[in-house]
Antibody
Framework: EVQLVESGGGLVQPGRSLKLSCAAS????????MAWVRQAPKKGLEWVATISTSGSRTYYPDSVKGRFTISRDNAKSSLYLQMNSLKSEDTATYYCARLRSTRDFDYWGQGVMVTVSS | DVVLTQTPPTLSATIGQSVSISCRSSQSLLDSDGDTYLNWLLQRPGQSPQLLIYSVSNLESGVPNRFSGSGSETDFTLKISGVEAEDLGVYYC?????????FGGGTKLELK
């Protein structure tokens, strides 16, 4: 059974950093692109980052480019999101998601909440 | 960025009723590789999103066949043929043809 379990969320002050983790199991992690998607409270979904199977290629929207870094450790079947210079508008539930054929989010984690507030 | 406009924002239905949700894109979603990367997801209350339909009309494994997707270029439709109680939640269309990938604003399906 495919499982994606996020961790590392919490309350952080504006301008500070936070690193999210996603532990994957039930599939060969190194064979799949992975991504982060977020959802602000009572709002819709926003794609945040994607990483290739080897980690050599990463993709971001302008809203987080230069502040967020996606990475992975295939030996540990783990995905990460380093978030720097956090802003109040980064407050959201962050989902780890698996990409099948690089374009479909076929499995999602349960999400982890990040609150950016002073 | 590609803007996906979903209508209606809220849909009230009775059990067994057939309903449709529209998703209109500000640009054609036909990719240079010939595929159209328009997906539909459902987020039930308190749950993570789940994939229902990928590449316009392909039913995800395990998803009931009362769900169907259609459309091309800029106009897409998700149809539920006979709503069941477990179908309630928010439906999102999502495009992965153009970077950045974007989502529609959502359509909330509720019981009448």
């Amino acid at each position: 059974e495919v499982q994606l379990v996020e961790s590392g969320g919490g309350l952080v002050q504006p301008g500070r950093s936070l690193k999210l983790s996603c532990a994957a199991s039930g599939f060969t992690f190194s064979n799949y692109y992975m991504a982060w998607v977020r959802q602000a409270p009572k709002k819709g979904l926003e794609w945040v980052a994607t990483i290739s199977t080897s980690g050599s290629r990463t993709y971001y929207p302008d809203s987080v480019k230069g502040r967020f870094t996606i990475s992975r450790d295939n030996a540990k079947s783990s995905l990460y999101l380093q978030m720097n210079s956090l802003k109040s508008e980064d407050t959201a539930t962050y989902y780890c998601a698996r990409l099948r054929s690089t374009r479909d989010f076929d499995y999602w984690g349960q999400g982890v909440m990040v609150t950016v507030s002073s | 960025d590609v803007v996906l406009t979903q209508t209606p924002p809220t849909l009230s239905a009775t059990i067994g009723q057939s309903v449709s949700i529209s998703c209109r894109s500000s640009q054609s979603l036909l990719d240079s590789d010939g595929d159209t990367y328009l997906n539909w997801l459902l987020q039930r209350p308190g749950q993570s999103p789940q994939l229902l339909i990928y590449s316009v009309s392909n039913l995800e494994s395990g998803v009931p066949n009362r769900f169907s997707g259609s459309g091309s270029e800029t106009d897409f439709t998700l149809k539920i043929s006979g709503v069941e109680a477990e179908d309630l939640g928010v439906y999102y269309c999502m495009q992965a043809t153009h970077a950045p990938w974007t989502f529609g604003g959502g359509t909330k399906l509720e019981l009448k």
